[in-house]
């Protein structure tokens, strides 16, 4: 059985192919639902983050030129949705600032879905600054090259490179701490 | 300077081994920098922990959630619903205004489709124009003629039955003024006469009455 291309499923949704728009979503939906839960550090916030990613690709699926893959697309919608989704969650914090650690542990609701692995790897991501954290995802868990970053998030290749050095260092203390 | 420039290197090839793109002698200049510079090989260890940890990140199932909600039912358009009809309209409206700027004259001639964007006629044209005014011109002045001639007739008609009932009534006239000179020519040749006979008659009765006494007288006489 052949599977279809993400523009074949692209080119029957914009029909109002249901079926197909839902066979698009599947194939994204863990991809999204991962990179939330690595943004917000919280599942029902990577839910709702996912939600609004999926409403906002539906909406602007016609605009979608086969310029790039999908994939690439699809991160840099879930890129600006994330920043505005950060913007309304701490209007006072900057994307550069970093962030108040709410708590050392991920929530018990959270951690339902959270495989234990995942913990510290969230946790840790969770004290970066959103710039940073955001280029750390999308090299590491997105496989994109730093061009592909700078495209995405709307910065120049050496200030994506910068911030995940800054990110990197930042890391290593954190998990040091957390393994010690 | 020489630092600076040992620091951008080992940011280059610290970012072409991040993207998996070092080449034979770059990959032996990141294994001494690893083997010879603590901060450099502190920064790879680093990541690599990293790397490592997100090799372990289980994606785990994504939870059931509302997937419908993301898909919002387009409702398919009837074509008299057609957005492209604004546009058609307004691209239409344009062509026409150009077209009525430009005096735009599409004529098909003789299996010919000629399209011209002036006003102006050409010459084939002006000459079949001129040509039907002419013919027209021509048409109107017979006419004008046949009527100058023909009123002209007319009057030359009337002018000569009015000539002839003139002469025919001056002459009667004169004939009846003449008849009636003759007449009075002949009354008064008539009163002459009249008077002469009459004159005569009273000479011969005086004549006659003069005879008798003379024969009286004669009488006497003797």
Same mark, same amino acid.
């Given at each position: 059985? @052949? ?5 074949? %499923? ?46 906002? /690709? ?26 505005? @989704? ?8 900057? %994307?550069?600032?970093?962030?108040? /650690? ?27 600054? %959103? ?36 990110? %990197? ?12 | 300077? !020489?630092?600076? !420039? ?19 002698? $770059?990959?032996? =200049? ?5 083997? +010879? ?26 939870? +059931?959630?509302?997937? =419908? ?61 001129? +040509?039907?005014?002419? &013919? ?15 009123? &002209? ?14 002469? &025919? ?15 009075? !020519?002949?009354?008064? $040749?008539?009163?002459? =006469? ?26 006497? +006489?003797?």
């Amino acid at each position: 059985m @052949f599977e279809k291309s993400d523009e074949q %499923l692209i080119a029957r949704a914009l029909q109002g192919n249901k079926k197909a728009w839902l066979t698009l979503l599947k194939r994204y939906e863990k991809q999204i639902y991962h990179y939330g839960m690595r943004m917000t550090g919280k599942n029902e916030d990577a839910l709702d983050l996912m939600q609004e990613v999926f409403v906002s /690709v539906f909406r602007n699926l016609s605009n979608y030129r086969n310029e790039g893959s999908f994939k690439s697309w699809l991160y840099r919608i879930a890129h600006f949705r994330c920043i505005e @989704f950060y913007r309304r969650k701490k209007p006072m914090q900057g %994307l550069d600032d970093v962030p108040e /650690v709410e708590s050392e542990e991920i929530s018990a609701a959270d951690a339902i879905h959270c495989h234990q692995e995942n913990r510290q790897l969230i946790n840790a991501m969770q004290q970066l600054p %959103l710039a940073q954290k955001a280029v750390v995802e999308l090299k590491f868990f997105g496989q994109f090259t730093f061009d592909e970053i700078a495209e995405q998030t709307g910065i120049s290749a050496n200030t994506a490179k910068s911030r995940l050095y800054g990110a %990197l260092g930042k890391l290593k203390q954190i998990m040091e701490v957390d393994y010690a | 300077m !020489h630092k600076q !420039h040992s620091e951008l290197s080992k940011n280059d090839l610290f970012s072409l081994w991040l993207e998996g793109d070092l080449s034979g002698q $770059q990959v032996l =200049d990141f294994e001494a920098l690893c083997l +010879n510079d603590d901060e450099f090989s502190e920064r790879v260890s680093g990541a690599n922990s990293f790397i490592m940890a997100s090799e372990h990140y289980q994606s785990t199932e994504v939870p +059931n959630w509302n997937r =419908d909600s993301t898909f919002e039912e387009t409702q398919t358009t009837k074509w008299w619903q057609w957005q492209g009809f604004a546009s058609l309209s307004f691209v239409t409206s344009c062509c026409a205004i150009v077209m009525v700027l430009t005096g735009l004259q599409v004529r098909l001639d003789e299996g010919t489709v000629t399209i011209s964007f002036a006003a102006k006629p050409s010459s084939q044209e002006v000459e079949t124009l001129v +040509n039907e005014k002419m &013919l027209e011109f021509q048409q109107t002045q017979q006419l004008a003629l046949n009527q100058y001639t023909k009123n &002209l007739q007319q009057q030359q008609l009337d002018a000569s039955t009015q000539l002839t009932q003139y002469l &025919l009534s001056a002459s009667r006239k004169e004939r009846r003024e003449d008849f009636v000179d003759l007449i009075k !020519h002949v009354n008064e $040749q008539r009163g002459d =006469d009249q008077l002469f006979y009459a004159r005569q008659l009273s000479k011969l009765q005086q004549d006659i009455y003069a005879i008798p006494m003379k024969s009286d007288i004669g009488e006497i +006489n003797e």
